[in-house]
């Protein structure tokens, strides 16, 4: 009996589609894959009609590949991700058209995400230097009943309504957002030596009061500092900083986001590569006690004490060492609200802890850099973005160049 042709073809087919995924295999075997960018989704949000989305990312680290994370976690639900394009961005919306590559998961161009539920793609074979702005384009066939974003981007997200424009080498003038949608992280296949620090916090560490499409955040200036010293260029920076989040408690406005003890596996220890953490955290556990009405809110010094030593614990249970940093001076802010005399005791007795706890592996002292000689329960106006909450480009600059990279250099041995 003969074969028909269509079973021949069929076949022809098959093996097509088997040596297009073996490539991408073939590099995840043999890759050593460490974050690079990240951004924390934090919260639910609006609801989207079928449309483009194009992001701009900026590894902090250079590789030989690509490969990137998407999210429904907020979803309500199932999310399908029509076509994902990855390409080198040119200026604006406008990218590198020799550069574009479809971007597949398990080999497949679609793909669709159970609510809830996130998706690593296949790699993508794309070398990239340290700080090259990269464009991800993603296609929404039927929306988004609940799209899941991080809320403080800090950098244009283009949106094209209705079609899918996921290779189109500029997209036509439209909407734009600043917020983060459903791209969580960055990853690059790099050097065996390459290494990650996990800078996790809240709006402080989000960049809130840094100047908009300057990547100017203070760990967008801690890995500036890390490129500069070819002893420290294998070590990524990535940030799951969550502007109005707290240690202790969930979202809850005007906080927002899964409590760090909630979020710390995803937003931190499960990322590949990762050797070190900077902890900058607790502000918003003291502040929300006289915001919020709730007992859970109203939390002590010592309780966020004890959420530190936990987030410790899980650390180090997984060979990651913590930087603790001190919370920096908020006097003169009225957002949430102005910190009575009962905040900045809590807010010193939490800071005295961490200097002096012995708990942390290694202590930068924010506060000391930060705040006024003057008036040391405020920030030093030239550091102030105008809020006296949130520092500004130079602030943040200051804050980056206070660490310690001695350390850094110790624990590469």
């Not at 076509?83 to 398990?106: C, E, K, M, N, W």
């Not at 929404?140 to 997200?157: C, K, R």
């Not at 899980?314 to 930087?323: D, E, M, Q, Y």
Request: aromatic share 6%.
């Amino acid at each position: 009996m003969h074969a028909s042709p269509l079973k021949y073809a069929a076949a022809g087919v098959l093996l097509l589609l088997a040596a297009a995924i073996a490539p991408a295999q073939s590099i995840a075997k043999d890759a050593h894959w460490v974050a690079a960018w990240a951004a924390a989704m934090d919260s639910p949000g609006p609801a989207l009609p079928a449309q483009t989305l194009r992001q701009i990312v900026r590894p902090s680290i250079a590789g030989s590949n690509v490969r990137i994370r998407l999210s429904n976690l907020f979803g309500t639900a199932p999310l399908t991700l029509g076509a994902v394009h990855l390409a080198r961005r040119a200026d604006g919306s406008a990218i590198q058209p020799a550069s574009d590559h479809v971007v597949t998961f398990g080999g497949k161009p679609v793909v669709t995400l159970a609510k809830g539920d996130a998706v690593l793609s296949d790699p993508v074979a794309l070398p990239v230097t340290a700080f090259e702005e990269l464009a991800v384009s993603v296609y929404l066939p039927h929306g988004a009943a609940t799209s899941t974003i991080h809320s403080v981007g800090n950098q244009t997200v283009y949106i094209v309504l209705g079609r899918d424009m996921t290779a189109a080498a500029t997209l036509p003038t439209g909407d734009t957002d600043d917020s983060r949608y459903f791209l969580s992280d960055v990853e690059v296949s790099a050097g065996a030596d390459a290494r990650v620090i996990v800078a996790i916090g809240d709006s402080i560490t989000d960049g809130v009061g840094s100047t908009e499409e300057r990547n100017a955040r203070w760990p967008d200036a801690l890995a500036a500092r890390l490129q500069a010293d070819p002893k420290l260029a294998a070590i990524a920076v990535v940030n799951a900083g969550v502007a109005g989040n707290r240690i202790l408690n969930d979202a809850d406005k005007p906080y927002r986001g899964p409590s760090t003890l909630n979020r710390f596996d995803r937003d931190a220890l499960d990322k590949p590569g990762i050797r070190w953490i900077v902890l900058l955290q607790g502000g918003n556990d003291i502040s929300a006690g006289e915001v919020l009405t709730s007992a859970k809110a109203k939390v002590s010094a010592e309780q966020i004490i004890q959420g530190m030593k936990t987030l410790i614990e899980c650390a180090h249970a997984k060979g990651v060492k913590v930087i603790g940093a001190t919370l920096l001076p908020k006097g003169g802010t009225t957002f949430p609200k102005a910190p009575s005399p009962a905040a900045e005791a809590k807010r010193q007795a939490v800071n005295a802890w961490i200097r002096g706890g012995g708990a942390f592996d290694a202590v930068v002292d924010f506060e000391r850099v930060m705040r006024d000689p003057a008036q040391p329960d405020r920030l030093l106006p030239a550091y102030d973005s105008g809020d006296h909450l949130h520092p500004n480009d130079d602030g943040y600059r200051a804050m980056a160049a206070a660490i310690d990279l001695g350390f850094l250099k110790r624990e590469q041995r």
